[in-house]
């Protein structure tokens, strides 16, 4: 049974099935995330530094780097979700 745990930010304790089941992404939203990761490691490949603002082409590319590497760890995240669940016995590759 999922529970609301009192904290600063909104979260919940599950049990580890339902941690699994809630982990593993439909075919249609693991395009919709596909889609965004390719869309946003194309904007950081074309990135232009600017030598007057430096820290803002730094700034850019941090956000970018940051975004694909959430949006992949939710896309990996699903797939060992759902070889778990379908191979309990496996274990997983991380």
């Known amino acids: 049974m999922d529970e609301l745990k ?3 930010f909104t979260s919940y304790t599950l ?3 339902d941690e699994l089941q809630g982990s ?3 075919d249609l939203q693991r395009k919709v995330i596909q889609n965004l990761l390719a869309d946003i ?3 950081k490949l074309f990135l232009d530094y ?7 082409f730094t700034q850019k590319e941090a956000h970018a780097k ?3 590497e959430i949006l992949t760890y939710i896309l990996n995240n699903s797939v060992v979700a759902n ?3 379908n191979n ?6 991380v």
């Open 6 to 8: 009192p904290n600063q």
């Open 15 to 17: 049990s580890p099935n």
């Open 24 to 26: 593993i992404l439909t």
């Open 41 to 43: 490691a194309m904007e």
């Open 50 to 56: 600017d030598p007057e603002h430096p820290l803002h």
């Open 66 to 68: 940051g975004q694909i």
């Open 83 to 85: 070889n778990t669940l």
């Open 88 to 93: 309990p016995y496996h274990t997983p590759e």
